[in-house]
């Protein structure tokens, strides 16, 4: 029972709540999603918003969550102390089939991240002012969510979640782990990028 209680950490739990949440509502804005973080930081906020666009769902996830990602990295990085959306995206709403799916399909992938967690290591990493630091990382991770490259989404937005997750539990190992992805992320555009261009170059 202790173990299960350790893998299941804050980001997981906070996952599933907005899930009953989006089903006792009929689903929820992104403005909504944010307001039900109320303080609880720059982590919960990227993580959410980094997750729908890894749902094998059709629509623009990318581009949505992938601007509304850049606009609020931008703004953690001058050290505002809530996030602002303009309306078009903030009231964007999904619904709790949505919800349902982050938690189903992310879920498990934030409960593996949570398994290695230890609160307060290398706590240096994670200190108050870490956010404004990940915010430049964030927005460069956003901008490639929200081109259309085919698969693009998905390297930069585990890179977020696995950084978003540190965050949130205070692990600088952790999050020094979702930087690493970064280059990774990094690495792997370059690529789908690249061979795009060329299947566009012999149409």
Do not use: Y
């Not at 997750?51 to 969550?65: E, N, S, Y």
């Not at 509304?68 to 990295?73: M, T």
């Not at 956003?142 to 965050?167: K, R, S, Y």
Request: hydrophobic share 55%; with cysteine.
């Amino acid at each position: 029972m202790a173990d299960a209680q350790r893998s299941e950490g804050v980001a997981s739990r906070t996952l599933a709540s907005l899930a009953a949440a989006a089903r006792e509502r009929d689903g929820l804005s992104i403005g909504e999603v944010i307001d039900e973080m109320g303080p609880s930081g720059f982590g919960f906020v990227i993580l959410l918003l980094a997750i729908p666009p890894l749902i094998p769902i059709p629509g623009p996830f990318g581009a949505v969550f992938g601007t509304a990602l850049a606009i609020i990295s931008l703004q953690f990085v001058f050290g505002a102390r809530s996030p602002w959306l303009p309306a078009m995206l903030r009231n964007r709403r999904l619904s709790g089939k949505v919800f349902e799916s982050m938690e189903r399909h992310a879920g498990p992938m934030v409960r593996q991240v949570e398994k290695l967690i230890r609160p307060q290591r290398m706590k240096a990493l994670a200190g108050r002012f870490l956010p404004c630091l990940l915010g430049v990382p964030v927005f460069a991770l956003a901008i490639v969510i929200a081109l259309p490259i085919p698969f693009g989404n998905i390297a930069p937005a585990v890179a977020i979640c696995v950084m978003a997750v540190g965050l949130i539990e205070r692990d600088g190992l952790v999050i020094l782990g979702g930087l690493a992805l970064t280059a990774v992320a990094a690495v792997a555009t370059v690529f789908l990028f690249r061979g795009a261009a060329t299947l566009i170059a012999a149409a």
